[in-house]
């Protein structure tokens, strides 16, 4: 498949960086958070991004904290949201704001009211509501009526969910809602998810993926369009989408040269 041909497949601008480990996929992800900050706030004075929960970002989210990205970083100027959150305490090690928080939150200046975690301990349905009530008050503030982010960082999972859009659920056609309330996953908890029309309106949205245990669902998901896994809705209406991966986890692609990243 050439470029032309894998660009129409896969939609006109989207591109796959292989990256040697798992440790440079996040350094590339760092550094792809750092280069959409700059360019948000140079261009709207902010910079809103909504991240994902899981294992892949967290080696990602720990560098933030570092140099030379925490210096880097407009740390004033972020506002930052999660696309799902399980609704858990945050004390719990699988709530997506709690790893966040130890992940980095806790060791950066962001400013407090700008960080968004999702409201986990409400009964979900009111968690939904809420959730899209605050992202209409951020977006309806700026030039967006829409909530249009700078940079959605998105995982998928071996079943090809992503965010917390599982196979076969409803969630997958909503079409008006934003945020809406599901139950599933890995944990099986009650979860909030944004939905596909929020996702698609990013500016850059990147998937990381990473692992040999993610290698046949990426295969399915970048070269068999039929497959109708969830992750393959996410086509952005005018942003960009890139596919941060690994080696083992772009073990199985069909054509990966000229893909590599650090491998350059
Ligand atoms: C969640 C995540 C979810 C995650 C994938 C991949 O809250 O469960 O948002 O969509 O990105 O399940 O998870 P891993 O990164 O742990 O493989």
Redesign the pocket.
């Known amino acids: 498949m050439d470029k032309a041909e894998k660009a129409a497949t896969m939609g006109a601008q989207t591109d796959i960086i292989i990256e040697a480990s798992a440790a440079h996929m996040a350094r590339r992800g760092a550094e792809i958070w750092c280069q959409s900050a700059q360019e948000s706030v140079g261009l709207r004075g902010r910079f809103a991004l909504a991240v994902?929960?899981?294992?892949?970002p967290r080696q990602m989210h720990r560098l933030l904290a570092e140099e030379p990205y925490l210096s880097r970083l407009p740390w004033d100027k972020m506002h930052l949201f999660w696309?799902?959150e399980?609704c858990l305490p945050v004390t719990h090690p699988d709530s997506?704001f709690g790893a966040a928080r130890k992940d980095f939150l806790d060791r950066v200046p962001i400013v407090p009211e700008h960080v968004h975690p999702m409201p986990g301990r409400v009964p979900p349905e009111q968690g939904a509501v809420r959730y899209e009530k605050e992202l209409k008050a951020f977006f309806q503030r700026t030039e967006d009526p829409l909530p249009c982010f700078d940079l959605i960082f998105?995982?998928?999972?071996q079943d090809g969910?992503?965010?917390?859009l599982f196979p076969g659920q409803a969630s997958l056609e909503e079409k008006e809602k934003w945020v809406v309330w599901v139950k599933g996953?890995n944990p099986c908890v009650d979860r909030l998810t944004m939905t596909f029309p929020v996702l698609n309106l990013a500016r850059r949205t990147v998937f990381l993926a990473s692992g040999r245990d993610k290698a046949e669902v990426l295969k399915a998901v970048l070269e068999s369009p039929k497959a109708q896994l969830p992750a393959q809705k996410v086509r952005p209406s005018k942003g960009s989408l890139t596919w941060l991966v690994d080696r083992e986890a772009a073990l199985l692609l069909s054509k990966t040269e000229g893909l590599y990243g650090s491998l350059r």
């Open positions: 994902s929960g899981g294992s892949s696309v799902d399980r997506n998105l995982g998928i999972g969910h992503t965010a917390s996953g």
